[in-house]
């Protein structure tokens, strides 16, 4: 098993360009999620699908948009990527349908940086 | 806003020895899960203990958690260098439902001295 593919692993971008961060889950998980990491302040929750079909915003939404394309796939897109939006960037999927009660698996970032 | 905040933020000890990990939240949970993050790497779960468990082990790993006080601990005994890594605790709040994601701490990171 796979578990939790992110394409690309690196990206560089200039300010205002766009671009779109791909993952996909093989462990039939019905919620998928899109964190941020940055020094010194943790994982924080972009966006989140509970299930197919349906999207919310996390914690720090703005600059972004999300697809749940179906229920393998889901993918951030950033419009007009800023130097702010430079961060490593984690999708990460879990069965729960219930918040909390059951492990999330992460797939290992793609690393962005915006000039 | 940060839910879980892991103390210390650093620690180094020798091969061998017991590290422990400590993790505060604020807000009532109904679980709290550890992640381990090798560098470069995705983070892992390690361990989920939920609000009516006082204690769960996992191989080298004993979590507890005290809901009167907020808080949890991560202990590793016997530390490997393979044990090398930060480590997060995640919580969850109480709301009655809703998949809206786990809320991460800054993590500590762990060095073992070989």
């Known amino acids: 098993n796979a578990g939790v593919t992110q394409t690309p692993k690196f990206q560089v971008l ?9 993952c996909a889950q093989d462990m039939n998980h019905n919620s998928m999620y899109w964190y941020r990491q940055d020094p010194g302040m943790g994982l924080r929750l972009i966006y989140y699908s509970a299930s ?24 951030l897109r950033l419009e007009s990527a800023a130097p702010s939006q430079t961060s490593v960037y984690f999708c990460a999927s879990s069965e729960a349908l219930i918040r909390g009660n059951s492990p999330l698996h992460f797939g290992n970032g793609t690393r962005l940086t915006v000039t | 806003s940060q839910q879980g905040e892991e103390d210390p933020q650093a ?42 468990e006082r204690e769960k082990h996992s191989g080298r790993l004993r979590v507890t958690l005290d809901t009167s006080k907020k ?9 490997r260098a393979a044990d ?25 990171h762990l060095i073992i001295q070989p």
């Open chain 1, 14 to 22: 200039k300010t205002g360009q766009s671009m779109t961060l791909q």
């Open chain 1, 52 to 75: 197919e079909g349906t999207t919310d915003k996390g914690e720090v939404p703005n600059g972004y948009n999300v697809s749940r394309l179906n229920k393998r796939e889901f993918s």
């Open chain 2, 71 to 79: 808080s949890s601990s991560l202990l590793i005994t016997a530390s």
């Open chain 2, 84 to 108: 090398t890594a930060s480590y997060f605790c995640a919580t969850d709040s109480y709301s009655g439902g809703g998949a809206d994601g786990l809320t991460f701490g800054k993590g500590t």
């Open chain 2, 11 to 52: 620690l180094s000890i020798q091969e061998g020895e017991n590290a422990t990990m400590n993790c505060s939240y604020k807000t009532s949970i109904n679980n709290l899960q550890w992640y381990r993050q090798n560098s470069g790497r995705g983070l892992v779960h390690l361990i989920l203990i939920r609000s009516n």
